[in-house]
């Protein structure tokens, strides 16, 4: 709203002495604080109006409930008022138009609810007589928040006594168009913004979302008030208790902190504007502690400007009602806050079992591959370590091995396409069948690696709707004479590494093949090693050379060769646990995408 030059003096104030006032201007800080001040007793009202209007339905008096919801819709005319004077560009002339249209109705509440105090008394109903006193000092209060922020200002001269009798006439005589009418009739006064039909239909509209919210599921909860207005904290209580709610009241900012870091609760409905620790700085601990996560924060303040509204939803409130507000919507508000906790509760919950059956699976997948690497049978032969390690709960990654009766080690190294339950399904399946097809009495009709690779390939094959692949290197190393056969399918190539300290280790040209599982009948080609004593082999997955550190680097193939080239033990335990402590420390805790498997073999201890 732009500069009310148009508007009609205050009532009380004329044309002439309008002009010679010279009131200070407030700033946008002032004007807000003024707008909550003002907001703030109506709340009141219209808090106690309505817990009294339902109190004394069954009064033998049914003009008492008349007249305080005469009271009530008041409030509504006081608020509007101050919605159309009190804003972000109001003038001083703007705020003595509204000391003149404001003080009549304030009074017709005054004198109201002092005509409904003495009924009351009359026929000894003392319960509701606390409240009634509130909304008498809730007006009282509106009175005096005026008289601060309008100081009536000297005339410069004295009227006539005619005119003084005229001037002083127009307040009573508004004061009673307002309570036998119900609106002030002269223009740019509050005509239109107090009328009994619009009342009526709010009432309505009310009564509907009251019926309708009684059919719903009513959740209950613990709920914090933080509000520095006692009667702003015990009228939201006794709204909230009535629900069933477990409230918590609060005055102030500070003591919000301390309860919350106590305690936990469901909801919290804060006001901004509060001395010392006010509700913006309520939301910045939440968000520092991290609390706001599972801690909704309804504002309700009289501060209402936009502005004010998003800097509290940008500090994690959910949402802002305004001061008055409506208990039907605050309902639905809460109602919503906690139906969301619930599903968050439940979700937390699903979580949490699924996190359980998470850390079985990885226990189970980890049990599946060998962790005991001595073989007294073959020591003096070959020695051998691994290590798994899943970037997720479990993966894809597998080894496996196992000596055959004439004395060959049969060995594998896979990882399959994907990440999380259905990569480590497949894992289980790849490597039982490798147990399967390459056990004992089904060894007389393989030949070499690339035959035993194609075998299991065709069973993963025949049967994949899904089309996921697994990339695997198998060996057999004849522990005798030293010769190893190689076969892959798409997978790393192996190094080998030399039995010399400091000599770099080289790579195994193998046929790629394709990854198990794509194509039934590919024929996979196999691969003739020579292992000296001394010398051994590195079978790695991706993650190793994949590992990545905070400045998003790979490790890389390169640094594999040069720290391979720096050892000078190169059993294959230390060499596993060296590799391990060197990605360790290059990924600088980066968590890793990926899976890092690595298994190590040495063949017999040089002569």
């Given at each position: ?64 409930g008349e007249r305080l919801q005469s009271v009530r819709d008041t409030a509504d005319t006081l608020l509007a008022l101050v919605d159309k004077y009190v804003h972000g560009d109001a003038v001083p002339a703007a705020l003595l138009r509204l000391d003149g249209e404001l003080r009549p109705h ?343 690696a690339g035959m035993l690779l194609s075998r299991i390939n065709d069973e993963l094959a025949s049967d994949n709707p899904t089309m996921t692949f697994v990339t695997a290197l198998i060996g057999i190393l004849d522990t005798e004479s030293g010769t190893v056969q190689l076969a892959t399918a ?118």
């Open positions: 709203m732009t500069a009310d030059t148009d508007m009609d003096p205050p009532m009380g104030v004329s044309p002439a002495l309008e002009e010679t006032m010279e009131l200070p201007a407030l700033d946008a800080e002032g004007l807000q604080r003024l707008r909550h001040d003002l907001r703030s007793p109506i709340n009141a009202i219209v808090g106690y109006s309505e817990l009294l209007v339902e109190e004394v339905q069954s009064h033998p008096d049914s003009t008492i304030v009074q017709v509440v005054a004198d109201v609810m002092a005509d409904v105090r003495t009924a009351l008394e009359r026929s000894k109903v003392s319960a509701p007589l606390a409240d009634v006193r509130k909304i008498e000092s809730a007006a009282g209060w509106m009175i005096e928040v005026l008289g601060a922020a309008v100081p009536k200002p000297e005339p410069p001269e004295e009227p006539s006594e005619e005119e003084g009798e005229e001037e002083g006439d127009v307040v009573s005589q508004a004061r009673e168009r307002v309570a036998e009418e119900g609106e002030v009739t002269e223009e740019g006064g509050a005509a239109d913004l107090y009328q009994a039909e619009p009342s009526a239909a709010r009432r309505a509209a009310v009564a509907e979302l009251a019926k309708a919210d009684v059919a719903k599921e009513v959740l209950i909860g613990r709920i914090l008030v933080v509000d520095d207005n006692p009667d702003n904290r015990e009228v939201l209580a006794r709204r909230l208790r009535d629900k069933g709610h477990k409230v918590v009241l609060a005055g102030g900012g500070r003591e919000a902190i301390q309860l919350l870091s106590e305690d936990t609760y469901d909801v919290v409905l804060l006001d901004i504007i509060m001395p010392e620790v006010g509700g913006y700085d309520v939301l910045r601990w939440l968000r520092g502690n991290e609390l706001i996560d599972h801690t909704d924060v309804i504002m309700i303040s009289a501060l209402d400007d936009l502005d004010s509204v998003v800097h509290c939803i940008n500090l994690g409130a959910v949402d802002h009602l305004p001061k008055p507000f409506n208990p039907v919507i605050l309902n639905a508000r809460i109602q919503a806050c906690l139906q969301k906790k619930q599903l968050r509760d439940e979700a937390l919950t699903y979580l949490a079992q699924i996190e359980k059956e998470l850390k079985t699976a990885r226990e189970l997948q980890l049990g599946m591959v060998p962790t005991q690497f001595c073989d007294p049978d073959h020591s003096d032969k070959v020695t051998l370590y691994a290590s798994l390690s899943p970037a997720h709960r479990v993966g894809g990654d597998f080894y496996d091995f196992f000596f055959s009766d004439d004395g060959r080690l049969f060995f594998v190294i896979g990882d399959v396409a994907g990440k999380g339950i259905p990569a480590a399904l497949n894992m289980a399946r790849t490597k039982t069948l490798f147990r399967m097809i390459a056990a004992p009495e089904r060894l007389d009709d393989l030949t070499d798409g997978h790393l190539r192996p190094l080998r590494l030399p039995s010399q300290a400091g000599a770099r280790p080289g790579s195994v040209v193998l046929e790629p093949g394709i990854p198990l599982g794509l194509e039934v009948g590919f024929p996979y080609q196999t691969e003739t090693q020579q292992l000296v004593p001394g010398e051994g082999l590195l079978l790695i997955t991706d993650g190793v050379i994949d590992t990545m550190n905070t400045s998003e680097t790979f490790f890389g193939e390169e640094r594999l060769h040069d720290t391979l080239s720096a050892m000078t033990d190169r059993t294959p335990r230390t060499v596993i646990r060296s590799m391990r402590s060197v990605l360790a420390d290059f990924s600088e805790g980066q968590d890793q995408f990926d899976d890092v498997t690595m298994f190590a073999i040495r063949y017999r201890e040089m002569a």
